[in-house]
């Protein structure tokens, strides 16, 4: 990682918040109606920067927020090459989305996600190799200096 990204890491105190990821389908019983079934799919991992300005604009146009998903996706691809190919790791930028914090000080935050699922079908819950990722997942935000909320 560039010595930039812990710069901003500690500039726009980041932290991360860890969620279960829920997939949701269909499934058909013969001639009875259609269930939605809810399976916990693997885990979202929601990366938080507070904008420092505490104006409430959108995140994108700021160059951390650009530096900060390149680092995110440069470490999904990293990890990604430790796990099985079922595994999968999707780093998803918001950059028109401002959060509005009223739990920290009012704090406005800009955020990226990380997903962590797999392709074992919609019917298959999370397993070892998912939960290995989101170890090394929450390894590697510590390295850098991001704190779990």
Do not use: W
């Amino acid at each position: 990682m560039s010595d930039d990204i812990y710069a901003v890491v500690e500039e726009h105190h980041a932290f991360y918040e860890v969620l279960p990821y829920y997939v949701e389908f269909e499934q058909k019983h013969g001639s009875l109606p259609p269930a939605a079934q809810r399976i916990q799919a693997g885990f979202e991992v929601d990366v938080y920067g507070v904008n420092r300005s505490k104006q409430l604009v959108p995140p994108g146009s700021n160059p951390d927020y650009a530096l900060g998903y390149a680092a995110l996706k440069r470490m999904a691809e990293k990890i990604s090459q430790k796990t099985s190919d079922s595994c999968r790791l999707e780093v998803i930028p918001l950059p028109s989305t401002a959060i509005f914090d009223t739990r920290d000080n009012d704090n406005v935050e800009g955020m990226l996600q990380i997903i962590i699922s797999h392709g074992r079908g919609l019917d298959k819950p999370f397993g070892p190799p998912e939960q290995f990722a989101l170890d090394e997942v929450e390894k590697e935000l510590k390295s850098i200096g991001v704190k779990r909320r």
